[in-house]
C-alpha cells in the first residue's frame, strides 16, 4: 500500500502537473480565438463583403419620396465607383413613385417588389445593391421580400453621394 502511495506522489503528482501545464495553452488559445477572434473574423468579412460587387450584380434603386428623383444621383454615383459602374442598364431596376405614400399603398407596392424580385431572379443576380429614397416601413418590407433572394447590399445618401452600409444579412459562416 505504500508503494502505491509513493507512485502517486513520485510519479503520477508531477505527470499531472505537466499534462495540466500543457493543456492550459489550447484551452487558452481557443478561448481567445472564440472570443476576439469572431469579431476580427466578422469585420474582415464585413468589410470584403461592402467592397466586392458580385458577379452577376444588380441595382435596384426604390424612390418612394414625392417630387423627387434619386435616379440621377444614384447614376452619378455608379459612374464613381468602378464596381458599379460596370453593371449593365439592363440589370438596374427601378421602383418609384411620383405621390406621397399611404397605407393604402402598401398591397400594390408590395405587388410592384415582387414583380421586381421576379425579375431580378430573371436577371441571375448574384448581388443586389439597393438605394432606397422613402419611409422606414416600405424598407422593411423591401428587406422582407429580399432578405432571402440574394445578397442585398444597402447604400445610404449621404451630401457627397452614398454610403454603402453592407448586407442586409450578417452572416459570415
Known sequence: MQWIIRFINDV????????????????????????????????????????????RPSILIVDLLEAKNIVASVEHYRQEVEALKSIPGERMFILSRDRRLTPKDMPALSDELRSAAANIIRASTDTLHVFYAGPVVPMALIGAEFANLCRVLLYQHNPTGYDNWGPLRHHPD
Open 12 to 55: 503520477l503528482g508531477p505527470v499531472s502537473i505537466v499534462i495540466g501545464v500543457i493543456t492550459v495553452f489550447p484551452i487558452l488559445w481557443t478561448w481567445w480565438e472564440v472570443t476576439f477572434g469572431r469579431k476580427r473574423q466578422h469585420r474582415r468579412w464585413f468589410t470584403e463583403v461592402q467592397k466586392t460587387a458580385g458577379t
